[in-house]
């Protein structure tokens, strides 16, 4: 019995490993002949009102964590333009922070947190506008994308009918 557990355990942390994976995304893009990419957990819609739950109900000034479990980071090989600052190439953690009834900023924070630390609320290094915009189609789990446009790195974070997007400067 012992020995059957043993050769149990291995499988089933793979399969643990396997499942949580499904709900990680990336999106990669590269920009002036630089790599950037962003890691992120996908949640599900699962039947929420994007407009009235996410952008009705929070208050002005809610730091929300992109994605799920482990916090939305980004990696950049080149030197980002946010916001008029100047970030070095490295990893950042991406956070959205509403701003108004229907405005919200994309945050860059120098500090990637562990899985299950609170959500940071300063510290962060440079912030750009996100755009809103309904979508005709609903997307179910949540998709981030990335697109080279003009020396700029093009995000569209897709939820529900709901996408925010910005852009950034790559060097």
Do not use: C
Not at 99 to 109: A, K, N, P, R, V
Not at 132 to 159: P, R
């Amino acid at each position: 019995m012992k020995r059957r557990a043993m050769l149990l355990l291995p499988l089933m942390v793979y399969l643990a490993y396997s499942a949580s994976g499904q709900n990680r995304g990336t999106a990669d893009a590269t920009v002036n002949g630089k790599k950037v990419s962003v890691e992120y957990g996908r949640p599900s819609i699962g039947g929420r009102d994007f407009q009235k739950d996410i952008m009705t109900l929070a208050s002005v000034g809610t730091v929300w964590r992109l994605g799920m479990n482990q916090p939305t980071s980004l990696t950049s090989a080149g030197d980002l333009v946010v916001g008029g600052k100047t970030l070095k190439a490295g990893k950042y953690s991406l956070w959205a922070k509403k701003t108004g009834d229907q405005s919200w900023m994309l945050e860059f924070h120098p500090q990637v947190p562990a899985w299950g630390d609170p959500p940071l609320t300063e510290g962060f290094a440079a912030e750009t506008p996100l755009r809103f915009s309904k979508t005709v189609d609903k997307t179910e789990q949540l998709t981030i994308t990335l697109a080279a446009n003009k020396g700029n790195a093009d995000m569209s974070i897709n939820w529900g009918d709901a996408r925010l997007s910005a852009s950034f400067g790559v060097k």
